[in-house]
């Protein structure tokens, strides 16, 4: 907020006051993601690469024939996935995704941001071994 002298003091104050709020939103904000990212932080890169799939909508025979596992695999890594994270429900995860790609971009803007986490999170494991062979026998 940008003030004109000369001041009164209940403006001031109130000026003073959403200051606080908003510095207060903003740690809860920065605490929560901070969070977010430490649960991702436990994922293994196979199950970067499911949630990935996950949440872009893919169903589970779809994820599965892309990273050339079984569908009971998936299953078991959606479970995981879900679990590490704390996710109640698939659109919870997804906003999860969305939260942690936008931090990502360095914005706050979240529509939309769904349909680039795929590429987000593919270039977090690019270059790594994603089927946990050898480095010398990567999968696609």
């Known amino acids: 907020d940008f003030l004109l002298k ?11 006051g959403r200051a606080l ?15 977010l990212l430490q649960r991702e932080s436990r994922l293994t890169t196979r199950e970067r690469a499911g949630l990935a799939q ?17 569908v009971g695999t998936v299953k078991v890594f959606r479970r995981r996935l879900m679990k590490k994270m704390g996710a109640r429900s698939l659109a919870e995860l997804v906003r999860m995704a ?12 979240s529509a939309n941001a ?22 010398t026998r990567e999968r696609r």
Not at 98 to 108: E, H, I, K, Q
Not at 117 to 135: F, H, K, Q, Y
């Open 21 to 35: 709020e908003h510095d207060r939103d903003a740690r809860a904000k920065r605490a929560e993601l901070a969070r």
């Open 54 to 70: 996950i949440v872009n909508g893919k169903l589970n025979k779809q994820v599965a024939a892309e990273l050339g596992i079984a």
């Open 6 to 16: 000369p001041l009164r003091e209940r403006e001031l104050l109130d000026a003073v």
């Open 98 to 109: 969305d939260r942690m790609l936008a931090s990502r971009r360095g914005d706050t803007a």
């Open 114 to 135: 769904h349909r680039g986490t795929l590429a987000t999170i593919r270039s977090t494991t690019e270059g790594s071994n994603v089927s946990g062979d050898s480095p």
